[in-house]
């Protein structure tokens, strides 16, 4: 053996250390050295079973908590325990109000109530984990409870009804945030998805909602301004000649400050409260001042108003655009909901109960089946396209159309309008497919 391959020899057999006591022309430091094997570092059999135990076990709870709280009958269960809660908040806010306590067994149901909304959110915990922590949703149900314990530790150490009043009525409003969370229920049942959209655009809108009323405070303090300028002195002038306001003492203060004349204008034009009160014997004495009263009117009735409502609807509508998930699941629910009504629509067609329908009994159904009729024409199909069209969804080429290649692209295509696309497309790639097949062998002679 030569020298080279003996030294290398030593190096693997003493763990990387040559004859020269170094590695890659480096000199090894001084001390004790540890001694590396080949071979791979591998746990004892032990630590495996106890760690893939261990793992396994949390998986499973991670997965039976999930499956607790995303099942629809328990979803169902918890949007009624939110409205009995919100009906037992109810009644002890009236019986506080009479400086009663709420029945005993509405005492008790808010306690289970309780309950249940805390093991929901240690279910919730256990399922998710901390990503939990990123859903508003969550955070709202955590300060219910804890408010809600709070509350029953502040009502047990307060002995004076006074007291406990004051200390537990906010903490009590709180509760009644737990109603926000039927949002999610409004969105689940079609038949409430008005109501779902209602509540979504006031959660989008209040940003909107807030600039507006700042905007129409500002209009209206400029008009406000206007009033003390030049409409109270004639209104004091007009009081004193002729006693026509000796009766309203709040009609001398309405424009005696810009506070006062804002509360005027949002009383009689947006509330619409008297306006003619004040307005009309002041422009009958002046009829120059009818450009303050009724410019405000104009302005703030006509014209601020209606933009808000214009920026609300148009925010609403960005917003809507940007919600990709509600879309989503809009368009699942429409799916599901086309594909039942194509499902009766086949058996229809299918009048053998064959399971299948074969090219005579599509042309039959489009003749006789008024639906299937104003379908085809939504697609912008008619009688002569109905040959392209079995053979385009038929496509396994059996000869005959499965209720699968029936609901999927009638579902799809109706909701656009691409039909003549399809055809041509599918033409090109019949035509195409055609130019590849090899060319038949000639007879022999």
């Not at 034009?269 to 008297?274: E, F, L």
Request: proline content about 3%.
């Amino acid at each position: 053996m030569s020298a080279s391959a003996s030294s290398w020899m030593r190096f693997w057999e003493g763990g990387g250390d040559n004859s020269n006591g170094s590695k890659n022309g480096r000199k090894s430091p001084a001390g004790p050295k540890a001694t590396i094997h080949s071979d791979f570092i591998r746990s004892t059999p032990h630590q495996n079973s106890s760690l893939a135990l261990e793992a396994s076990l949390r998986n499973s709870i991670r997965r039976r908590a999930k499956r607790i709280v995303t099942n629809p009958y328990i979803t169902q269960f918890m949007a009624f325990v939110v409205l009995f809660d919100a009906y037992c908040n109810w009644s002890d806010i009236d019986a506080r109000a009479q400086e009663e306590r709420p029945p005993e067994i509405l005492q008790i149901g808010s306690v289970v109530c309780l309950s249940l909304y805390t093991i929901e959110v240690i279910l919730l915990t256990v399922g998710q984990g901390r990503s939990v922590l990123k859903d508003s949703m969550f955070i709202l149900d955590l300060c219910v409870i804890v408010c809600g314990f709070l509350e029953m530790i502040l009502d047990s150490v307060a002995s004076d009804l006074a007291a406990r009043v004051s200390i537990l009525s906010i903490l009590r409003l709180l509760r009644l945030g737990r109603v926000v969370r039927l949002v999610r229920l409004f969105g689940k049942i079609r038949a409430l998805r008005e109501l779902q959209k209602l509540v979504t655009m006031i959660s989008t809108c209040l940003k909107a909602l807030a600039w507006s009323f700042v905007f129409c405070f500002i209009v209206m303090t400029i008009w406000a301004m206007l009033l003390v300028e030049l409409v109270h002195p004639l209104i004091q002038e007009l009081n004193a000649n002729t006693s026509v306001f000796a009766d309203c003492n709040q009609c001398l203060r309405a424009t005696s400050s810009v506070m006062h004349a804002n509360l005027l204008l949002f009383k009689t034009v947006i509330a619409g409260d008297s306006w003619g009160k004040i307005a009309v014997p002041v422009i009958e004495a002046h009829p120059a001042t009818a450009i303050i009263f009724v410019g405000s009117l104009l302005t703030i009735v006509f014209g601020v108003l209606n933009l808000i409502v214009a920026v609300v609807v148009d925010t609403f509508a960005d917003a809507r655009d940007r919600d990709v998930l509600n879309l989503a699941e809009e368009m699942e629910q429409d799916l599901a909901h086309d594909k039942t009504y194509l499902e009766r629509m086949f058996k229809r067609i299918d009048l053998e109960d064959a399971g299948k329908l074969s090219l005579d009994q599509l042309v039959q159904g489009a003749r006789n089946d008024a639906e299937f009729q104003s379908r085809l024409r939504v697609m912008d199909i008619d009688e002569m396209d109905l040959v392209q069209l079995f053979e385009m969804i038929d496509t396994d080429g059996s000869g005959f159309i499965e209720p699968n290649e029936f609901i999927r692209p009638l579902s799809r295509w109706v909701h656009d309008s691409k039909t003549a696309p399809r055809f041509i497309k599918y033409n090109m790639m019949r035509a195409m497919a055609q130019q590849e097949e090899p060319p038949g062998q000639s007879a022999p002679y």
